[in-house]
């Protein structure tokens, strides 16, 4: 009898104005030789799997960044075989690094408790976060579990990396919208070094004129500014901080909060708004 022969299929799904395309590889291994997994939920890739995940993934991404299953395919397919283990030195040379991958914290609507965040005083890091997940319509169980990182620790460090960024959109006050992720993602990549924060840059050219020309002249400056000047967040041990006032934590960090964003937005509507009611006075 011939052996059995297992059929691997990686599908990365594009979004398209009219429907979905598909990007299909198809490869056979013998199930003796295809490396078994290394921790629940890890699925081995090939190096020609790695490259076609993470080219499929960031033209996807690309078209449509809001597919947040794309955008964390693209992280862990271009995080190995450097960056997240260079992420992960930096968390062994700091004592809270150290004791966040001893710990393995999690965080979830189980690990946290959300009304307990809504008690807290007004300025506090978590009054701030849970105000932040309020006023963006998002919770904390949104971030897909890691996949494709071979090595378990650094599967950890990524995992950890995803669950504490909307904690970094809190501490900066960054919205959910494209403009806002891609301010956040480039002061990511000034202070992580993740490749797919930096591509995640490109999105800027699906953003209006108006919002681009902001991005280049305010948002691109401080993420640069702020991400290279402060300390490496993936070592903020945010369980701890709850209770902590925010103003004092950004500057323990050395983050420096840019504009309200979402304050600059509505102003830019409100002076469109009145320019065309003025130009429509005047056509009367």
Not at 219 to 240: F, Q
Request: proline share 7%; hydrophobic share 40%.
């Amino acid at each position: 009898m011939t052996p059995a022969v297992t059929q691997t299929i990686l599908t990365v799904r594009i979004a398209r104005p009219h429907g979905y395309g598909y990007v299909l590889l198809s490869r056979g291994f013998s199930a003796l030789n295809r490396p078994p997994p290394n921790y629940p939920g890890h699925i081995p890739l090939t190096t020609i799997e790695r490259g076609a995940l993470a080219v499929g993934s960031a033209i996807g991404s690309l078209l449509n960044p809001r597919r947040g299953d794309l955008i964390a395919a693209l992280g862990e397919a271009t995080a190995t075989p450097y960056f997240i283990y260079r992420l992960r030195d930096a968390m062994l040379s700091d004592p809270t690094g150290r004791r966040i991958l001893r710990d393995r914290p999690r965080i979830s609507s189980k690990t946290l408790s959300i009304e307990y965040l809504r008690s807290l005083p007004p300025n506090t890091v978590g009054r701030t976060y849970v105000g932040w997940l309020d006023r963006e319509g998002v919770g904390p169980d949104t971030r897909a579990p890691v996949q494709y990182i071979d090595d378990e620790e650094c599967a950890y460090v990524m995992q950890r990396y995803r669950e504490c960024h909307d904690f970094y959109h809190a501490i900066t006050g960054l919205p959910v919208v494209v403009e806002g992720e891609v301010a956040l993602k480039t002061f990511e990549f000034a202070n992580t070094l993740l490749p797919m924060t930096g591509l995640s840059m490109f999105a800027v050219m699906r953003l209006k004129p108006a919002e681009r020309e902001r991005f280049w002249k305010l948002h691109l400056p401080w993420a640069i500014r702020s991400g290279l000047a402060s300390k490496e967040v993936i070592n903020v041990y945010w369980e701890e901080q709850l209770e902590r006032d925010a103003n004092e934590l950004r500057e323990e960090l050395g983050i420096e909060k840019p504009a309200d964003l979402r304050e600059i937005r509505k102003m830019m509507r409100r002076q469109k708004a009145a320019e065309e009611a003025a130009k429509a006075k005047d056509g009367q």
